[in-house]
């Protein structure tokens, strides 16, 4: 099986690709920007795709979840991976030479506290990997710990700049079909209001309290169709397929939700 997941090698999507179930991939597949990788798996039905999700600092990666309403993709399975970051600069440089760094975006804003508290400016790069491209006398690249074993032309100025300890991504497995599991431990939710009223999402979460259902991410998302209208994704902590699940499903349909199982899967972590 292949596995396509953002490149290039030393991101961290790459480290969670092969954290997943190494003795069934035969093939990692790099892909250059997230939207790619999802559109990887509807050309290539066959194969699976590992994408971020959620960060314990920054929450939630929107394209992956905009990605999960609007292309035919299913959640089959989500894996947990501990995210620590290095400042690197070239062989020689002291921390008082560099005036900018270089990172993605999420790596930015999960270390801006040290950013701030050394007054860098910064910009965006296309991977954390690829930041190290970008190195010189007066700029240092955010990337993932453990590169320069790998990168001899850099070295790790100081490590675990991160905000907050205990920083961690959950990434998705994605697949353009579904997988049938015999016990699933999560179920994700796409839940859609007909209509703007009030107490829509008051509910939602009523209906899972009824029924003891605990859920473990909630978010919001634009319908994109008109200002204040939302998609809601739920995961809980069971399958789709339990008798108070399906209760529940039924029960919004009544109230004129329109309810899509994106995901029912034994969560790999």
Not at 152 to 172: K, S
Request: aromatic letters at 8%; charged letters at 25%; one cysteine or more.
């Amino acid at each position: 099986m292949k596995l396509y997941y953002l490149g290039p090698l030393g991101t961290f999507s790459h480290m969670a690709a092969l954290k997943y179930k190494q003795e069934e991939i035969k093939e990692y597949i790099p892909k250059s920007n997230l939207y790619e990788v999802v559109k990887a798996i509807e050309s290539d039905p066959q194969n699976i795709a590992i994408a971020p999700i959620e960060n314990s600092i920054e929450g939630t990666i929107n394209i992956i979840a905009d990605s999960l309403t609007e292309q035919k993709i299913h959640v089959i399975d989500e894996l947990h991976l501990s995210i620590s970051f290095s400042l690197y600069v070239k062989k020689g440089t002291k921390l008082e030479d560099i005036n900018e760094v270089v990172s993605i975006a999420p790596a930015i804003n999960q270390t801006s506290k040290f950013i701030k508290k050394h007054n860098f400016t910064y910009r965006y790069s296309d991977s954390t990997v690829q930041s190290l491209d970008e190195i010189d006398e007066h700029t240092g690249a955010i990337a993932p710990v453990g590169l320069e074993a790998t990168h001899d032309q850099v070295v790790a100025l100081q490590q675990n700049i991160e905000d907050y300890p205990h920083n961690t991504t959950r990434f998705l497995v994605l697949s353009a079909q579904e997988k049938p599991v015999e016990k699933a431990t999560d179920s994700i939710l796409l839940v859609t209001p007909d209509q703007d009223k009030p107490g829509l999402l008051a509910s939602i979460l009523n209906t899972f309290a009824l029924f003891n259902i605990n859920l473990s991410w909630i978010e919001s998302r634009p319908l994109k169709t008109q200002l204040g209208m939302y998609h809601f994704f739920v995961q809980a902590d069971c399958s789709a397929d339990d008798v108070e699940m399906k209760k529940v499903i039924t029960i919004l349909k009544t109230l004129d939700f329109n309810v899509k199982v994106l995901g029912n899967f034994d969560k790999h972590i």
